[in-house]
């Protein structure tokens, strides 16, 4: 049920960019993408709903497909201020409820 | 600026002892959830709540049980403390009308059990 995150880590230089991906073998209602600093809590980024819908967050956007139950996030001339873990959460259907599985991360370092 | 606050950064307990978590919120949200956080094991759902005195178990409730009696507070109880439930325990809070918003979560409270 757990979806799977790629890759597991990424070191890039400032300004440059990166593509992160969740899948899952699970229909999905909606994918959840989180950013977690050393030390901190979890900060929520953004939410996808619906089957290919894309949503932006400074220069953080994601992207959702729905038919192939992945969602990727795109981080665009990354900053200092990006790095950090990066989780992906997949809202599954759980009987007549729903339910958030969550990825095991993915850590990003980003250098001068 | 909306909060989730929990009551202890750091913690240290005995084996045996109980221990109480506390989270408060304040954002009026319906639900509330109790993670903890191990390295290479991601986030796991203990216990959550969509309604005050309102409880479902999560994935991995053995060994605690949970506590709302107001909706804008959820206690996570630690009946006997064990050394494998030392870990990092985050509370979260969502609102019911869901849409466009994501999990509140508190700074964590990193329990050892000695």
């Known amino acids: 049920q757990q979806p799977v995150q790629s890759p597991q880590a990424v070191i890039l230089r400032e300004g440059e960019d990166a593509v992160i991906n969740c899948s899952s073998s699970?229909?999905?209602?909606?994918v959840h993408w989180y950013r977690q600093k050393h030390g901190e809590a979890p900060v929520f980024l953004m939410i996808l709903l619906k089957g290919g819908e894309q949503k932006g967050h400074e220069k953080i956007s994601a992207s959702f497909n729905e038919k192939k139950q992945q969602s990727s996030l795109y981080l665009t001339a990354s900053q200092l201020s990006y790095s950090g873990t990066y989780f992906c959460g997949t809202e599954i259907y759980a009987g007549n409820n729903r339910k958030l599985i969550w990825g095991l991360g993915t850590s990003l370092a980003v250098n001068p | 600026d909306v909060k989730v606050t929990q009551s202890s950064r750091y913690l240290v307990k005995r084996t045996g002892e109980k221990v109480f978590l506390e989270c408060v919120q304040d954002m009026d949200h319906e639900n509330m959830f109790w993670y903890r956080q191990d390295p290479g094991l991601g986030l796991r759902l203990i216990y959550f709540?969509?309604?005050?005195?309102?409880?479902e178990k999560g994935d991995i409730p053995e060994g605690y049980s949970v506590s709302r009696e107001k909706k804008e507070r959820f206690s996570l109880i630690l009946e006997s403390a064990s050394t494998n439930q030392t870990s990092m325990y985050l509370c979260a809070s969502s609102s019911l009308a869901g849409g466009h918003y994501g999990y509140t979560f508190g700074s964590g409270t990193r329990l050892t059990v000695v």
């Open positions: 699970k229909a999905l209602y909606s």
């Open positions: 709540s969509y309604d005050v005195k309102m409880k």
